[in-house]
């Protein structure tokens, strides 16, 4: 089966600018995570959608971050405007949403896009 | 709050030597636990879980893990190691007994397999 594919791979930009990322879970998969991972540390989680709603959203800077996740398949996650401290590496994964799915507790992940902000 | 500890920034070994990568962890309630390897600039990549039965469990790559509830420890060991072993692993922990189902991670442990 295909994995979680993400876009772009890597980006820079100014400091105040926009910048978008998107993901693709793996097919059939209800549950889908955006963590952002700052060098030399964990990846940390900044929202988690079950289907097309969020359900964990609290540690998303909302002043700044937006994600949406319409049709409850591929997500996008917004940065506007970016600052110094956002550079990091932006990291989709994606889990079955039914309990009976053996793999229901594992979270598979995409490779990630790096940011750079100038 | 759930949170997991990775005392060892870099852990060295020599190839064919045993390997122990240590993780501690603290949740209120019963402990889901992960082990995941990143590669440069790969994504994480799952190793093993431990949710419930033997505290003993073997993963992928000729990996295992030990659950010891007592000392809240998670610590990811293999019998020898490989060069190609050198990585970065990421332990991680949910609450099982919350619907919370993010996990949350350590702070990563770089092993690196001498020739």
């Known amino acids: 089966e295909a994995g979680v594919a993400q876009s772009p791979r890597y980006k820079i930009i100014e400091k105040r600018q926009s910048v978008a990322f998107w993901c693709n879970p793996i097919s059939g998969h209800a549950t889908l995570y955006w963590y952002q991972q700052i060098l030399g540390q964990g990846p940390k989680l900044l929202i988690q959608f079950q289907n097309n709603g969020v359900v964990d959203d609290s540690q998303l800077p909302k002043d700044r971050f937006s994600a949406e996740r319409l049709k409850g398949v591929d997500s996008t996650l917004k940065i506007q405007p970016a600052k110094l401290e956002d550079s990091a590496v932006y990291l989709c994964a994606s889990s079955p949403g039914t309990s009976g799915n053996p793999s229901y507790n594992e979270q598979f992940f995409g490779p990630g896009t790096r940011l750079t902000v100038l | 709050a759930q949170s997991v500890a990775q005392p060892e920034d870099q852990v060295n070994v020599a190839e064919g030597n045993p390997l122990t990568v240590k993780c501690t962890y603290s949740?209120?309630?019963?402990?889901?636990l992960f082990w995941y390897v990143q590669y440069p600039n790969r994504g994480l990549q799952f190793l093993l879980k431990?949710?419930?039965?033997?505290?003993l469990v073997k993963g992928s790559y000729g990996f295992e893990a030990e659950f010891n509830k007592s000392q809240t420890s998670f610590h990811l060991k293999k019998p020898s190691a490989l060069v190609s072993d050198s990585a970065l692993y990421f332990c991680?922990?949910?609450?099982?007994?919350?619907?919370?189902?993010?996990?949350?991670f350590g702070s990563g442990t770089r092993l690196q397999v001498q020739p």
């Open positions: 431990y949710i419930t039965g033997d505290n």
């Open positions: 991680a922990v949910r609450d099982m007994d919350t619907g919370r189902r993010a996990l949350t």
């Open positions: 949740v209120s309630g019963n402990p889901y």
